[in-house]
C-alpha cells in the first residue's frame, strides 16, 4: 500500500489558477498510472484526468483545455496545473494510484 497525499488546494477567484501535487512523503510513487478524481457532496465522483508511467494524458471532458497533469522526472510527485477555474470546479481533488490506494483529498474552491 502507498499512503498518497494532496495539496495546493485552496480558495480561488473564477478565472484563476492553483496547481495540486501528489506526492508519497516525497518518496518515489511506484504505479502504472495516476488518476485524479473530484467529489462533491451527494454527487459521484468525477473523473479529472490521468497520467501512465509512460507520460501518457487523458481528461475529463469538462476539464480539457483547462487543466493539465504531469509529473516529475524522479516520479515523486503527480501535478494537476489547474487554469481558468470555474465556480463549478468546486470540489475535494484526490489522486488514486493504479484504481487502488488514494489520497484524503484537497479543497478546491473557486469563487464567482
Known amino acids: 500500500q502507498v499512503r498518497l497525499e494532496e495539496s495546493g488546494g485552496g480558495l480561488v477567484q473564477a478565472g484563476g489558477s492553483l496547481r495540486l501535487s501528489c506526492t508519497a512523503s516525497?518518496?518515489?510513487?511506484?504505479?502504472?498510472?495516476i488518476d485524479w478524481y473530484r467529489q462533491t457532496p451527494g454527487k459521484q465522483r468525477e473523473f479529472v484526468a490521468t497520467?501512465?508511467?509512460?507520460?501518457?494524458?487523458n481528461y475529463g471532458d469538462s476539464v480539457k483545455g483547462r487543466f493539465t497533469v504531469s509529473k516529475n522526472n524522479a516520479e515523486t510527485a503527480v501535478y494537476l496545473q489547474m487554469t481558468s477555474l470555474k465556480p463549478d470546479d468546486t470540489a475535494l481533488y484526490y489522486c488514486?494510484?493504479?484504481?487502488?490506494?488514494r489520497g484524503p483529498g484537497t479543497q478546491v474552491t473557486v469563487s464567482s
Open positions: 497520467i501512465s508511467i509512460h507520460g501518457n494524458t
Open positions: 488514486q494510484r493504479d484504481g487502488r490506494d
Open positions: 516525497g518518496s518515489v510513487i511506484p504505479f502504472n498510472f
